[in-house]
T-cell receptor, first 116, second 108 residues
Framework: EAGVVQSPRYKIIEKKQPVAFWCNPI?????LYWYLQNLGQGPELLIR????????DSQLPKDRFSAERLKGVDSTLKIQPAELGDSAVYLC??????????????FGPGTRLTVL | AQRVTQPEKLLSVFKGAPVELKCNYS??????LFWYVQYSRQRLQLLLR??SRESIKGFTADLNKGETSFHLKKPFAQEEDSAMYYC??????????FGTGTRLTVIP
């Protein structure tokens, strides 16, 4: 079992360019999360999916960020256009889903984005 | 609103010494508390959660609702405990709110 898979691992772009991150959760995990982790901070939730439905996107800056999970499995997070302040690590996590006794989340390795 | 506070960004202890990583939370509902750990060049992973009341790698944490704390403790630190530790608060919505983390260094 590879765990949560994310790609790319690193991305360097110039400001105003678009960028996309991909995540494949653990098989059977219905809940998928995207987190933003700034340097020296803990992860902050951007969006949470239950299957293909975005059930919490209150922290997603919708003017430039978008996400999708069309078939309820893998997901893509996009930024367009990127700004200097978007430089951070973007983490994807998955869990078994709502109603489970434990909310253990399994994290991917993250994508480190640098915006120049 | 929910909040998790980890007052120490850095903590150094000698091998064999006791270690305590502090975590305080603020939440109006019934809290679920977790400790996540990130070892060097590894991904973030669950260390322990308060509802299981178990010891993992010698670490324990007790939820104190009166003091709204969930401090992580280990009586004898080992070099392999050096890592970044995050306290996290879970809400009924399956969301986790993380603290800013404490980097623990165990000095040989």
């Amino acid at each position: 079992e590879a765990g949560v898979v994310q790609s790319p691992r690193y991305k360097i772009i110039e400001k105003k360019q678009p960028v996309a991150f991909w995540c494949n959760p653990i098989s059977g995990h219905n809940t998928l999360y995207w987190y933003l982790q700034n340097l020296g901070q803990g992860p902050e939730l951007l969006i949470r999916y239950e299957n293909e439905e975005a059930v919490d996107d209150s922290q997603l800056p919708k003017d430039r960020f978008s996400a999708e999970r069309l078939k309820g499995v893998d997901s893509t997070l996009k930024i367009q256009p990127a700004e200097l302040g978007d430089s951070a690590v973007y983490l994807c996590a998955s869990s078994l889903g709502r109603g489970m006794a434990y909310n253990e989340q399994f994290f991917g390795p993250g994508t480190r984005l640098t915006v120049l | 609103a929910q909040r998790v506070t980890q007052p120490e960004k850095l903590l150094s202890v000698f091998k064999g010494a006791p270690v305590e990583l502090k975590c305080n939370y603020s939440y109006s509902g019934s809290p679920e508390l977790f400790w996540y750990v990130q070892y060097s060049r590894q991904r973030l992973q669950l260390l322990l959660r308060h509802i299981s009341r178990e010891s993992i790698k010698g670490f324990t944490a007790d939820l104190n609702k009166g003091e709204t704390s969930f401090h992580l403790k280990k009586p004898f630190a080992q070099e392999e405990d050096s890592a970044m530790y995050y306290c996290a608060l879970g809400t009924g919505a399956n969301n986790l709110f993380f603290g800013t983390g404490t980097r623990l260094t165990v000095i040989p």
